[in-house]
């Protein structure tokens, strides 16, 4: 099927990249989120990054000719409006998801796939929102997804043989390696490991055992992580690792309770958006 209009609703740290990955890829792609300057500042991330890739030769094509396929809406009716393709990357919160594939649902064209970049809520939770949720597929990315190859691609109860391959075709289209996870099981893959290691790490700090850049060290020196847990939080935002720990947590994933996650989270201490996390960023 042709992809004339692509979607990214949620224009944050996932959704600006997800939408970089699709204009490099050649499509015109409809940017949504609540506020101007979130779209603003979305763009100007996006800019950025394509003038390091160009710099690098691992894209050919010009940036701002790239730049220019993007359109930026803080209105959902633009965005969605006979999409072909869209995907969702809001807050980890599974009211306010269900109301943006409601919203799609009604305005996105017959045919259309409508993926979710969540990292922890059930595809088939999702889906209830929706009267096709045969279209509706997981297409979790990692960030930041313009440098990370990885893109899970997850089926609900009801997605349909067909979307999964449709979504399977997207994530090559874009450039990624995208993996089948048939369980829509909570944390799918991934996170399902990344927790682990993240609950591991909390322990050793919190029993006294190591600290915070002993833990990053050891991961980076000795595992070869290519940066710390701490550090990939603080990247990544606490506010994720808050959030999607918590998720899992409610639908049965036994995980250990960090309790520097929630405090931070409650401080608004968000990692380097914010300035601060498990480390200062001036
Ligand atoms: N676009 C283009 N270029 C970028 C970029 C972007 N968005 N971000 C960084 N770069 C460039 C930098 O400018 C830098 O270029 P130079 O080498 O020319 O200076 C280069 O990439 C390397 O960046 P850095 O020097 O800042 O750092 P690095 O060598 O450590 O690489 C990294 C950065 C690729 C992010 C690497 O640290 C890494 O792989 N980290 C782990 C990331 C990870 O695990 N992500 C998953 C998080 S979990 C998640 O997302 C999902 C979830 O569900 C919670």
């Not at 009801?158 to 399977?168: F, G, I, L, P």
Request: contains cysteine; charged residues 30%.
């Amino acid at each position: 099927m042709e992809i004339r209009k692509f979607t990214v609703v949620g224009a944050g740290s996932m959704g600006h990249g997800i939408a970089e990955l699709a204009l490099i890829a050649g499509y015109d792609v409809w940017l949504n989120d609540v506020a101007e300057n979130i779209l603003k500042n979305a763009k100007e991330r996006i800019g950025w990054s394509l003038k390091r890739l160009s710099e690098k030769g691992s894209i050919k094509e010009d940036p701002e000719k790239i730049l220019s396929r993007l359109h930026l809406t803080v209105s959902q009716e633009e965005a969605m409006k006979d999409t072909d393709f869209l995907i969702e990357a809001v807050i980890e919160d599974i009211n306010v998801k269900k109301k943006v594939f409601e919203k799609a649902d009604s305005l996105a064209s017959k045919d259309a796939i409508l993926a979710s970049n969540t990292s922890s809520l059930p595809i088939t939770e999702i889906a209830t929102a929706v009267k096709r949720p045969e279209r509706v597929v997981g297409m979790h990315f990692f960030n930041p997804p313009v440098l990370m190859q990885l893109v899970e691609i997850i089926k609900g109860e009801k997605t349909s043989e067909e979307t999964m391959k449709r979504a399977y075709e997207m994530g090559k289209k874009l450039g990624r390696d995208p993996i089948l996870v048939k369980k829509d099981v909570p944390g799918f893959l991934v996170n399902r490991i990344l927790f682990r290691v993240n609950d591991i790490s909390c322990l050793l700090v919190e029993k006294g055992k190591a600290d915070v850049l002993e833990v990053d060290a050891s991961a980076i020196y000795e595992l070869g992580f290519p940066m710390g847990v701490f550090l990939l939080q603080d990247y990544a935002g606490v506010d994720v690792a808050y959030l999607v720990g918590k998720a899992m947590g409610e639908r049965g994933f036994k995980a250990y309770e960090c309790k520097a996650f929630e405090q931070l989270y409650k401080a608004k201490n968000l990692g380097v958006k914010t300035g601060k996390g498990f480390y200062s960023y001036p």
